[in-house]
């Protein structure tokens, strides 16, 4: 089986900054894609950064404030998100694309979230 855990979430000064992880473990294979999305009370969940084999992709509204990296020995996906606006606050969720020991084909795994809050 695999697993997800996210972590380096909490409550942040606007302007602030945060360095979320996101683990994988587990018969892990390859991983493909790695991303993080976040979802805000009564919103749609939506996607935040992908790091994908050989490219990166950002929501516009994170743009030039957050940046996704990987670290392919580890499993492990990071988001260091800096100058936090009050509009950052929801939860964190990371996923991967992932093949395992025991699969046939790519499955998107979902950690269980952590929560950002930007507030004063």
């Known amino acids: 089986q695999v697993q997800l855990v996210e972590s380096g979430g909490g409550l942040v000064q606007p302007g602030g900054s945060l360095r979320l992880s996101c683990v994988a473990s587990?018969?892990?294979?390859?991983?493909?894609?790695m991303g993080w999305y976040r979802q805000a009370p009564g919103k749609e969940r939506e996607v935040v950064a992908i790091?994908?084999?050989?490219?990166?992709d950002y929501a516009d509204s994170v743009r030039g404030r957050f940046t996704i990296s990987r670290d392919n020995t580890k499993n492990t996906v990071y988001l260091q998100m800096r100058s936090l606006k009050p509009e950052d606050t929801a939860a964190y969720f990371c996923?991967?694309?992932?093949?395992?020991?025991?699969?046939?084909?790519?499955?998107?795994?979902w950690g269980q979230g952590t929560q950002v809050t930007v507030s004063s």
């Open positions: 587990g018969s892990i294979f390859n991983i493909q894609s």
């Open positions: 790091s994908s084999t050989d490219n990166t």
């Open positions: 996923s991967m694309s992932i093949l395992s020991r025991l699969g046939t084909g790519f499955v998107n795994y």
